[in-house]
């Protein structure tokens, strides 16, 4: 069973087991548990213990979905203690260049892909005006195109090095430190 498909209740025991777990780790009472996994969820600790206690009979869907949300990833282990801007960027501190670059060189394929698709779109009417395709097609591929390069320019702004396609691996690779 998936956690989106989760009861309210069987949320509430899989964030009670955790809790305990973090206080067995260590060695104090169920609330410290409590006070963990509320930290590693990102919700106050009083509504956590509300929830893991069930004392919330309705708990709100903010705090729904990031108990889902928390269980999917399957965070059973809570991150280390970190200041706030460090929390910020944790999901990409673990790569390197080289996969940066494959995220890139991904990306960039996505875009292409997606930019020859409205070229063909507009060859199409050009060949044979009878066909036509609607302006809202034309501008969701742009738009999904621009998405694409959006997110590259972030990642590409997180990374210590510059990228460039090299033809004879025909791949992007890190070049040179910024």
């Not at 009083?46 to 705090?63: D, L, N």
């Not at 005006?129 to 738009?143: D, K, N, T």
């Amino acid at each position: 069973m998936t956690v989106n498909n989760l009861k309210l209740h069987e949320m509430q025991t899989a964030m009670n087991a955790l809790a305990v777990e973090e206080a067995e780790k260590s060695g104090k009472k169920i609330t410290s548990g409590i006070k963990t996994v509320s930290k590693a969820v990102g919700v106050d600790y009083a509504t956590m213990k509300g929830f893991v206690f069930g004392t919330i009979k309705r708990p709100s869907e903010r705090t729904v979905d990031r108990v889902r949300t928390f269980l999917r990833d399957g965070e059973s282990k809570t991150p280390p203690s970190m200041d706030e801007p460090a929390a910020k960027n944790i999901g990409l501190m673990g790569l390197t260049d080289d996969d940066f670059a494959m995220l890139i060189g991904l990306l960039q394929a996505a875009e292409s892909g997606i930019h020859d698709d409205y070229v063909a779109l507009e060859c199409d009417v050009l060949d044979d005006p009878s066909r036509e395709f609607s302006v809202a097609s034309y501008q969701a591929l742009y738009r999904q195109e621009g998405l694409y390069k959006r997110l590259r320019r972030k990642i590409e702004a997180q990374t210590s090095c510059t990228f460039e396609w090299d033809t004879e691996l025909q791949s992007v690779v890190p070049v040179r430190p910024k």
